[in-house]
């Protein structure tokens, strides 16, 4: 069956970076527009990156635009998220997400604090 795991959170200071992993398995995730999503305490969970099949390209938040870049490895069936120039409010559960069905994996922390 259709299975995401994230891996790669952690505690960082402001400034700093993380690379996360979602691990993808029972399909093809090139096949797939993936998605990454963020939620922090007391607040909805918000969209963070996108990235379509092979020739549509990505799209971001605007308020990770620059500094958050989604990728995929298809050889490996994972997707990407490289953070760089963490924020605190970056500090959230984020989540990948396959559209197609609404599959969700079960988040890694990303706590960015000094």
Not at 49 to 66: E, F, L, T, W
Request: hydrophobic letters at 35%; a positive charge.
């Amino acid at each position: 069956q259709v299975q995401l795991v994230e891996s790669g959170g952690g505690l960082v200071q402001p400034g700093g970076s993380l690379n996360l992993s979602c691990a993808a398995s029972g399909f093809s995730a090139s096949s797939y527009q993936m998605h990454w999503y963020r939620q922090a305490p007391g607040q909805e969970r918000e969209f963070v990156a996108g990235i379509g099949i092979p020739g549509r390209g990505v799209n971001y938040a605007d308020s990770v635009k620059g500094r958050l870049t989604i990728a995929r490895d298809n050889a490996k069936n994972m997707v990407y998220l490289e953070m760089n120039s963490l924020k605190p409010e970056d500090t959230a559960l984020y989540y990948c997400r396959r559209p197609a069905g609404n599959y969700w994996g079960q988040g890694t922390q990303v706590t960015v604090a000094s």
